[in-house]
């Protein structure tokens, strides 16, 4: 005791400080809030789980899940929520009703690109107002989604176009995250140029775009060929990039060329006039035959070939009787083909003045009424004959 009687007292504002001191280093042990991992990375669809855990359970107050900060953050979890008002993508880790419990983290299933940003654990306490104010947030923890690229959308011009004119083709995908991405052109196996390629928006963001742009000069032989984007990302883990197609077939016009021709038939003065329709591109032609000026009413026989290229061929013929008594004719193959404006090809048939002096005799009167009486059969001979012409042309 006299030891104690001897110890100095210390000056009254020492232990006034000292006694503020302890008590703010009490107030600090008694509640942290504590977010231990700064960020977490999942694959869209799996599951996340944000940790949190406080060191203390006063003073009294809930626990709540916040996502963003400023005028952007809202509650995603409120501890002292029913369970039917919660949303069901998020449930607790620990059981919170216990009442030693400190443990306050939670998962968020089937994660999706929208659900990227950063989640603040928040301690809340009953202010003056009756109202609960924020008491303490943990630090802060960034959720980044990674999500694959939807596959690529190609499109083309809408109007269709000749070789030698340059088109362009867009490609488009969108919803995936992190932002690198790896975007190719192929025009069937071969590699593109792409003249413009943009990953939008700039910046940290949810998801990601990409938009790209590739020009290419059509080619004659271009009704087979196919334009390939090929997108390649992170989170495709190593299988095959995703790919988006335009079929050329449906942009490019390949147009036809004529050629009018004639060809004789054993029979007195019959001949084959036939209309080489040559190279065109898509199917879609109409064909008519014009006779010095005026609508042809001829029965005409015609064949349709697809080439290797892609392109067409057609040929249209009808039988013409070149009699002495008729004057010369100038016949006259007009084709429109895919909207575009029409095109002719004309032949002009003589009868020259040998032919009309000839003696005509019992044999030519007697054939032409055959054939009259034949009618339609004639027309069995036409497609006989029209195939011949195609072998012909073809040699």
């Known amino acids: 005791m006299t030891i104690l009687a001897s110890w100095p007292r210390p000056p009254p504002c020492l232990l006034l400080t000292l006694l503020l001191g302890l008590t703010g280093v009490a107030g600090e042990k008694e509640l942290q809030v504590i977010q231990p991992e700064r960020s977490v990375s999942v ?37 002292e929520q029913s369970e039917a008002a919660r949303s069901p993508q998020i449930s607790r880790v620990a059981d919170t009703t216990r009442s030693n419990n400190t443990d306050y983290s939670i998962r968020i ?29 943990g630090a802060g923890t960034w ?4 999500a694959k690229p939807s596959p690529p959308v190609v499109s083309g011009p809408t109007g269709r176009a000749p070789p030698g004119q340059t088109v362009s083709f867009t490609c488009e995908s969108h919803g995936f995250s992190p932002q690198n991405i790896t975007l190719k052109w192929f025009k069937d196996g071969n590699e593109l140029p792409a003249s413009q390629t ?41 299988g095959p990039p995703l790919r988006g197609t335009a ?6 016009r390949v147009s036809p060329t004529l050629e009018v021709t004639q060809q004789p038939l054993s029979w007195n003065q019959l001949k084959v006039i036939a209309c080489q329709v040559k190279k065109f591109y898509p199917q879609r032609l109409q064909l008519t035959w014009l006779e010095n000026g005026n609508l042809s009413q001829k029965e005409t ?17 009808f039988l013409m009787n070149l009699s002495p008594q ?32 000839q003696d ?29 012409i195609y072998r012909w042309w073809k040699l």
Request: proline share 4%; charged share 15%; glycine share 8%.
């Open 43 to 79: 694959t869209a669809g799996e599951t996340a789980t944000l940790l949190c855990t406080v060191t203390s359970m006063y003073p009294e107050g809930p626990i709540q899940w916040i996502k963003g900060t400023g005028s952007d953050q809202q509650s995603i979890y409120s501890f």
């Open 109 to 137: 299933s089937n994660i999706s690109p929208a659900d990227s940003g950063t989640y603040y654990c928040v301690k809340f306490q009953r202010g003056s107002t009756g109202e609960y104010v924020e008491l303490k947030a």
């Open 143 to 146: 959720l980044t989604v990674s």
């Open 198 to 238: 943009t990953v939008y928006p700039e910046g940290d963001s949810a998801s990601y775009s990409v938009s790209s742009t590739a020009r290419v000069v059509l080619a004659p032989g271009d009704v087979h060929a196919q334009i390939i984007c090929q997108v390649d990302h992170v989170n495709l883990k190593g």
């Open 247 to 252: 079929n050329l077939s449906d942009t490019i």
């Open 301 to 317: 026989a015609s064949t349709l070939i697809e080439n290797k290229d892609g392109t067409f061929d057609q040929i249209n013929s």
């Open 326 to 357: 008729r004057e010369d004719v100038v016949l006259t193959c007009q084709v429109e083909h895919d909207g575009q404006p029409a095109v002719t090809k004309h032949l002009t048939l003589v009868t020259s003045d040998d032919q009309k002096d």
């Open 360 to 388: 005509t005799g019992p044999a030519a009167p007697a054939v032409i009424f055959v054939a009259v009486l034949l009618g339609f059969k004639m027309l069995l001979v036409m497609s006989f004959t029209v195939t011949y």
